[in-house]
């Protein structure tokens, strides 16, 4: 069983919200951030992760092609920049549905219950009960 947060709106609206870590958020990070419109993550985050990407292709691409004469240098860039990608996802994965939270507050969603459920289509049909 997971914890959800159950919220409403003024229409009588419920939304569900996951409690703990974010595997969509891990995985897909400022694009997930852009699809769930929280907009300021996603456009600052964006290029960040886009430059990390790019800068850790052009390091592999060039060992691929100096694969005899590449130094100590560009693996110690490399792994820099892996485990800083890394915990850019990882910081996803942690406040990505906290983000969601503040979000429904923003737009006038109200916490109504915090509840255990298999997933959220039950934890609203618990609710409406």
């Given at each position: 069983m997971k914890s959800f947060n159950i919220y409403e709106d003024n229409n009588g609206n419920y939304r569900a919200i996951?409690?703990?870590?974010s595997w969509p958020a891990f995985f897909f990070g400022s694009v997930w951030a852009l699809c769930m419109q929280i907009w300021i993550i996603g456009v600052f985050l964006f290029p960040i992760e886009l430059f990390l990407n790019m800068f850790f292709?052009?390091?592999e691409q060039t060992q691929r092609h100096m694969s005899v004469s590449h130094t100590q240098d560009e693996d110690i860039i490399g792994s820099i920049i892996a485990i800083l990608a890394l915990c850019i996802r990882v910081m996803f994965g942690v406040f990505g549905n906290?983000?969601?939270r503040k979000k429904l507050l923003r737009n006038g969603y109200i916490l109504i219950k915090t509840l255990s459920a298999k997933n959220k289509k039950m934890a609203i049909l618990t609710m409406k009960k």
């Open positions: 996951k409690n703990g870590w292709s052009a390091i906290a983000c969601k």
